[in-house]
């Protein structure tokens, strides 16, 4: 309900293991597509379930118009690998689907399939990506890395996506203004309001009104009140109890409604206004809620008229707060010209704050909330307003700019053989084979080039030349000399056992905040910025040439035989 911090707590052991079985239940082993089992099905019936594969996720065009993107989902990547397990009930199930010929033994197969052989490399959580970078490298038995496909691509597809949306209203919004999510009601479904909020927090807002996000990732929830509540009141007579105790250790009981009335003429009168259209349920709905909390009262006041009646309502009865030594938050607007209100709601803050000698008024918070989007939320900062906290919800949590990331998962290797993909769409071709992934980093340590390699290639050197080819737009060879060079891919799974330090919701916020800090402002624009360069380098260039002339030759294999 502290909007000015948010209340926090790290999860518990209990809240661990609860996400643990979140993941469970959210992703069990049948959350895939039917033709994955057909194609395993039908690798294991030629004999080439056990074959060596890789496979690379990776999304083709940045989000919502802008050059970069935010990796998500690892963590839960990670949990789902190391619980993947097919129950008895799941292959009865999956016999009962599946075509009559298929043979019994496979049944066997799958009920004793998991992911010990499984190895999988990729970018670091929280890191800021690009479009054709592959995020993950998953490698193993081929029937297996194929199951997998489905289940990855959904873990990863959204929460990349809405973090990056959260990324973007972030830096729309400027580092003064806090941030609270509030989209749990326009989400689509349970799962995709909990998974928003956890990534948005990770992309850069301060806190959650979610509090099953709160307690499963330590977000910090935060909360005021509904209309609801303000037009269930019609009058003081519905207020109970009346009286307050002061926060000072007095423990007479003040009459809040006595009180508040003669604060709230003292109010008129300072603002030169008539009480008449004061509304009556309304002063009575903030009295109830101050006297429940008295160290958390902020309440909506647009429910009637926010300068007729919200607002004078609210100083009467914080003045009365202040007097017994408590301390109000602030208000919330939720329609209308926030940054006109906004200006007129300081205004009269600081009004109360010099004639009353209160210096703690004149700065109490504003927060607005009304259907704000990345747009308005630029166009703040092109206004004057007095708003300290912003409210987003649908065009956060549902991405109505963008709804999908557009991640795909690819064969590249089958036997240490790489394997490209053709498309009638150029670019939907693949890049075929191992590799590694590195930035190249400028003498500001922005970075300014993604290198693709293949793995058997030699790490790219600080100020040594490159020769390397972009993957999209001109595919001219191009020689570049990086001041630095970082490797971006981690082992983080390999027989059965997560081999990276999975990081709490909070450290991967901060990973994102430093990674975001690194882009140079060209490529942080959130309107036409920079293109980024992805790259492959020379040799797997050619590589890529010899598997396209190859598969040219190939195709004339009916005539020669």
């Known amino acids: 309900m502290n909007l000015g911090k948010g209340n926090m707590a790290a999860p518990s052991s209990q809240s661990c293991t609860a996400l643990e079985r979140s993941i469970r239940e959210r992703v069990p082993t049948l959350l895939t597509d039917l033709y994955q089992f057909t194609m395993a099905y039908a690798y294991w019936r030629s004999g080439r379930h056990n074959e060596p594969a890789v496979f690379e996720l990776f999304f083709r065009d940045n989000p919502f118009g802008g050059s970069f993107s ?159 509540y303000v037009t269930s009141f019609s009058s003081l007579e519905e207020v109970w109890p009346q009286t307050l ?65 919200g607002l004078l309502n609210f100083c009467a009865v914080a003045l009365s707060l202040f007097e017994l030594d408590y301390s109000p938050l602030g208000v919330r607007l939720d329609s209308g010209d926030l940054c006109r209100q906004s200006v007129e ?10 004639q009353f000698s209160i210096p703690a008024f004149q700065s109490l918070l504003i927060v607005g909330t009304n259907n704000i989007s990345e747009y308005s939320m630029a166009e703040l900062n ?9 409210g987003v919800g649908t065009h956060l949590v549902t991405c109505t700019r963008q709804p999908s990331l557009g991640c795909v998962y690819k064969l590249v290797e089958v036997r240490g053989s790489p394997r490209m993909k053709f498309s009638e769409d150029p670019e939907k071709s693949t890049v075929p084979g191992r590799k590694a992934v590195y930035r190249m980093l400028d003498t500001e340590g922005h970075p300014f080039l993604d290198l693709l390699c293949l793995c058997e290639e030699p790490a790219p050197k600080a100020c040594v030349a490159v020769r390397c080819h972009p993957v999209v737009g001109n595919k001219t060879c191009q020689s570049i000399t990086p001041s630095q ?46 293109s980024y360069i992805v790259a492959v380098s020379e040799k797997l260039h050619n590589l890529i040439a010899e598997i396209r002339k190859g598969s040219s030759n190939n195709s004339n294999f009916l005539l020669a035989n």
């Not at 709601?345 to 010099?354: A, G, I, K, T």
């Not at 092109?382 to 912003?390: A, F, R």
């Open 70 to 228: 935010l990796f998500s989902g690892m963590h839960d990547c990670l949990l789902f690998l190391r619980s993947f397990r097919f129950t008895d009930e799941d292959v009865e199930y999956l016999r009962s689907v599946l075509p009559p010929a298929t043979d019994p033994a496979f049944f066997l197969f799958l009920r004793e399939l998991d992911c010990s052989g499984v190895t999988l490399h990729s970018v670091p959580e929280g890191m800021v990506v690009f479009a054709r970078v592959p995020l993950m490298e998953v490698s193993g038995p081929l029937a297996v890395v194929q199951l997998l496909e489905t289940s990855l691509l959904c873990l990863v597809n959204y929460a990349s996506l809405v973090c990056s949306n959260a990324a973007r209203f972030r830096l729309a919004a400027g580092s003064r203004r806090k941030l609270l999510e509030m989209g749990l009601r326009r989400a689509q479904g349970p799962d995709g309001g909990l998974t928003a909020s956890r990534y948005t927090y990770v992309g850069g807002f301060d806190m959650t009104s979610n509090v099953q996000a709160g307690f499963l990732f330590g977000i910090p929830v935060a909360g005021t009140m509904a209309h609801s």
């Open 382 to 390: 092109k206004k004057e307003n007095e708003i300290d906290v912003v």
């Open 245 to 309: 105790v002061a926060a000072n250790g007095d423990h007479d009981n003040i009459d809040l409604i006595s009180l508040t009335k003669g604060w709230l003429g003292r109010v008129c009168e300072l603002l030169g206004v008539e009480s008449g259209k004061i509304h009556e349920g309304e002063l009575a709905a903030f009295l109830s809620y101050a006297i429940a909390y008295p160290h958390n009262f902020l309440p909506v006041i647009d429910s009637y008229s926010v300068t007729c009646s």
């Open 485 to 530: 060079v970082s490797c971006l891919r981690l082992e983080v799974y390999t027989k059965g056992q997560i081999t990276h330090p999975l990081c709490s919701t909070a450290e991967t916020r901060e990973k994102v905040q430093s990674s975001i800090q690194t882009l140079h402002p060209r490529h942080k624009r959130l309107q036409e910025p920079d």
């Open 345 to 354: 709601v300081r205004h009269v803050f600081r009004l109360c704050s010099e």
